[in-house]
């Protein structure tokens, strides 16, 4: 697949990239409808957010296809249904310029209805923010890592 420009902030490439992937040489390319999704809804939303934060973002981790989900343990019946990442609708990011996490979480829930994110999650060193095509939820998570690599999630910014 050709890079190609998305918006004015941001490259295809940024949505496609997994050191998961990478590492276990896995394909992480997404059908017509998932890269429909990046570029009509995610890329859109991303944009708000950095437009709104006014610094650059850094995706960590954006489309995530079905092996690169299994290589992460994800749930292997769930991975469509119970992840945004594989539906094209969600990225995690960092960004630096800004500051914390917390800080990036706690600015963009003061401006959910400019964002208007389906979800957005502290995940402690990144921020996850998924986005809907329609009805988005506006829902805030706080996530919580567990021993054995379990996550457990709680409402609001704790």
């Known amino acids: 697949m050709t890079d190609q420009r998305l918006g004015d902030h941001f490259w295809l490439s940024e949505f496609l990239r997994s050191d998961t992937a990478v590492r276990h040489g896995l394909d992480n390319m997404p059908d017509a409808r998932e890269l ?25 981790s954006g489309y995530r296809s079905q092996a690169v989900e299994r290589a992460l343990k994800r749930k292997p019946d769930s991975w469509r249904s119970g992840s945004q990442h594989a539906e094209g609708l969600a990225a995690d990011f960092v960004a630096p310029q800004f500051g914390t996490c917390r800080s ?13 994110f389906d979800q957005l999650i502290y995940e402690g060193s990144w921020v996850h923010v998924s986005f809907a095509a329609d009805r988005p939820r506006s829902e805030v998570l706080t996530a919580h890592f567990m021993a054995g690599g379990a996550v457990s999630y709680s409402k609001g910014l704790a």
Do not use: F, W
């Open 104 to 116: 990036i979480v706690k600015y963009l829930m003061e401006r959910s209805g400019e964002i208007r």
């Open 36 to 60: 429909g999704n990046v570029i009509n809804v995610l890329v859109p939303g991303l944009q708000r957010v950095r437009n709104s934060l006014g610094v650059p973002v850094q995706i960590t």
